[in-house]
């Protein structure tokens, strides 16, 4: 199993602020995705990179993928309350199906 | 169109019972994934469905666990003497053979 760790586990911000949260391999993935779970929710797609040193952005989310294809970054600019949630990320080694997740990390906005 | 729905939402149990939970996916899409997400941990891969075959059953935590698809489309994950440590939420996703998973909401399995 390729391992993904995700950085920091919990944050609580305040609204307005910018933060940056990580997922960090030891392992080389053909491509890596970014998906929030809110609360009863099942995840939800946010981005998908393929290509090393890949920057993506999504409105206030600008995605990062590692040169080595190993890491990954999300940074949020001006957080809302809206963007509360758990971040996970999944990289895909291959095999054209299989996602390993990290553990997430649980976001937490408030006004 | 509808996403993929899972039923029941919430199932609480007994120790030593079965339980059935279900998936149905998005039409038309042949891939079908179970996952498991215990508190505080990620997704935990269990089985993968192509079409009705699953070649992949790795992620089966023990023989207590099975799942099986029908037609294509609805999937049952079954689990047999149910164990305290089986509580997690269990979610299924859909893919139309690509690597992007659509999740369903999950259950929420209780097991007292």
């Known amino acids: 199993t390729q391992l993904l760790e995700q950085s920091p586990q919990f944050l609580s911000i305040q609204e307005g602020e910018n933060l940056t949260v990580y997922c960090n391999s030891s392992s080389v993935f053909s491509s890596l995705q970014w998906y929030r779970q809110e609360p009863g929710e099942g995840p939800v797609l946010l981005v998908t990179v393929v290509t090393g040193g890949e920057v993506k952005k999504l409105k206030r989310l600008t995605f990062q993928f590692g040169d080595a294809r190993k890491d990954s970054s999300l940074h949020i600019t001006a957080a809302q309350p809206g963007d509360t949630g758990l971040y996970l990320c999944?990289?895909?080694?291959?095999?054209?199906?299989?996602?390993?997740f990290g553990k997430g990390t649980s976001l937490l906005v408030t006004p | 169109g509808a996403g993929v729905s899972q039923s029941p939402s919430n199932k609480v149990t007994e120790k030593g019972k079965d339980v059935e939970l279900r998936c149905d996916p998005i039409?038309?899409?042949?891939?079908l994934y179970w996952y498991r997400q215990s508190l505080g941990q990620g997704l935990e891969f269990l089985i993968y469905f192509q079409g009705n075959s699953a070649p992949d059953k790795s992620g089966l935590p023990s023989d207590r666990f099975s799942a099986e698809r029908t037609g294509g489309s609805v999937s049952t994950l079954t689990i047999q003497r149910t164990q305290q440590e089986d509580s997690a939420v269990y979610l299924c996703?859909?893919?139309?053979?690509?690597?992007?998973?659509?999740f369903g909401p999950g259950t929420r399995l209780t097991v007292l």
């Open positions: 999944a990289g895909e080694s291959g095999s054209g199906y299989a996602l390993n």
């Open positions: 039409s038309g899409h042949t891939a």
């Open positions: 996703a859909s893919s139309p053979s690509t690597v992007r998973q659509f």
